[in-house]
């Protein structure tokens, strides 16, 4: 059997590839003044990358969309 690579972002990937533990972990360990801004049930992964231009040459593993109180969208 070969050697995984970059076990933990395997890890990472499937984790948080759930929905159900991307709200948990949203809603248990970010700050609350963030957390109770967030509407739970509008958080949707969305498919690619986003690269920020501080950031050049890196990207996204996951990327999820939720919108906030005022209907806004807010990506994490």
Do not use: C, R, W
Not at 13 to 41: C, M, N, R
Not at 46 to 53: A, C, F, N, V
Not at 66 to 73: A, L, V
Request: glycine share 6%; no cysteine.
């Amino acid at each position: 059997m070969g050697e995984i690579n970059n076990p933990h972002d395997a890890f990472f990937k499937y984790a948080f590839g759930d929905k159900e533990i991307t709200k948990d972990f949203i809603k248990y360990y970010l700050p609350k003044q963030v957390s109770k801004e967030l509407d739970l049930e509008t958080l949707k992964e969305e498919k690619g990358s986003y690269i920020d231009e501080q950031l050049k040459g890196l990207y996204s593993d996951l990327l999820f969309k939720i919108k906030d109180k005022d209907k806004k969208d807010n990506y994490i």
